[in-house]
């Protein structure tokens, strides 16, 4: 977001912002390069070094099936699913638990007649962490984390293990309470079930068809706020009769890495000489140019010729701030 300030508009705010990025890196160094003889008073190494190292390896171990499962979701690979990364993280944070009580040591650990308070307490809280996440092998939600494992639609069974979701599927169309198949274009997101295009043309002939505003979801296959948005503000029953059943939804995913077809490849305005190849692309390109953003979730409600209902909003947590931006915004469309 600084970058696309200090791009287009320029000014004071992205100098401040990039500061205070550096000066975050840089002032422990600062600090004790002013006053070597803090260094001193720093803890000694000991066995307890070797406790926290071992701890750090395995959260570094399921951080880096977190990275590796956003390249399985941008490369739409489907290896490693909902249930698999969470059966792996069982396996690493379970393991961390027989550590931290003791049931397993390894080469370097110093011998232990007893176990610390401290350390009992986090085995027990990473042990309670843990069996939390045994349900998501069966479709719960895990709302505490679920910014972590791929999404809900991203998994071998979606609505839950044992439950088959029909084949026919049926959407609301426009002022009558009639349905029709699902519309050309268009995607299920379940657990909800609620309808959305992944094409901007397509989602906006489909508005126009029915007379309902458009909701653009700049999203993305790696991007945590946009899973906490899903998961824990989409989900409320207000806030998911909206998106049902008053506006048309249209998901762009910025990080697509599909190639567009070929007469769909054209130069960039953005970084002149280079062509836009995938389909992240194109998106990508559209919500800089036209909304001057570049982070995800960006969220922006739009009437039938493209101009704006309220003004867009990103990430918001809270869900009846969210409710009351959708209101809003709709009640100003006119068809």
């Known amino acids: 977001t600084l970058l696309v300030e200090a791009a287009s508009k320029g000014g004071l705010a992205p100098i401040i912002g990039m500061l205070g990025f550096s000066l975050a890196i840089a002032l422990p160094f600062a600090l004790f390069a002013a006053f070597p003889g803090w260094l001193n008073s720093l803890p000694k190494s000991g066995g307890w070094l070797n406790t926290v190292k071992v701890v750090l390896g395995f959260l570094e171990l399921a951080l880096a099936f977190k990275f590796l499962s956003n390249a399985d979701l941008v490369m739409q690979l ?5 249930e698999v990364f969470i059966a ?12 931290l009580l003791g049931k397993i040591q390894l080469p370097h ?9 401290g350390r009992l307490s986090l085995g027990l809280v990473v042990g309670a962490f843990t069996i939390y996440m045994l349900p998501g092998l069966w479709g719960a939600p895990l709302n505490l984390i679920s910014a972590f494992p791929p999404p809900q639609h991203y998994s071998e069974s979606p609505y839950g293990v044992g ?36 094409d901007y043309d397509k989602g906006l002939a ?18 945590v706020n946009c899973r906490k948005m899903e998961q824990n503000v989409w989900v409320k029953p207000k806030v998911l009769d909206v998106l049902k059943n008053k506006v048309v939804l249209i998901s762009l995913y910025v990080d697509d890495k599909r190639a567009l077809n070929k007469d769909e490849v054209v130069d960039s305005k953005l970084n002149p000489g280079k062509k836009l190849k995938y389909i992240g692309q194109k998106w990508s390109e559209l919500q800089t140019l036209k ?26 947590p809270n869900a009846d701030e969210y409710y009351n931006w959708l209101e809003k915004g709709i009640g100003n469309f006119k068809k």
């Open 163 to 198: 439950y088959t979701k029909q084949n026919s599927i049926t959407v609301s169309s426009s002022k009558t309470d009639t349905h029709s198949n699902l519309p050309e274009g268009a995607h299920l997101m379940p657990p909800h079930d609620i309808v959305s295009f992944h």
């Open 206 to 223: 489909y508005a126009k068809k029915i007379g309902k505003p458009v909701m653009i979801d700049f999203t993305g296959h790696a991007c």
């Open 291 to 316: 909304y001057k953003a570049n982070s995800q979730p960006f969220y922006v409600l739009m009437a039938h010729d493209e101009t704006n209902l309220i003004d867009p909003v990103s990430y918001t």
């Open 88 to 99: 792996i993280w069982i396996a690493i944070f379970g393991a961390l638990t027989l550590y």
């Open 109 to 117: 650990d110093s011998p232990q007649k007893h176990i610390s308070v």
């Open 78 to 82: 489907h290896l490693l699913e909902r």
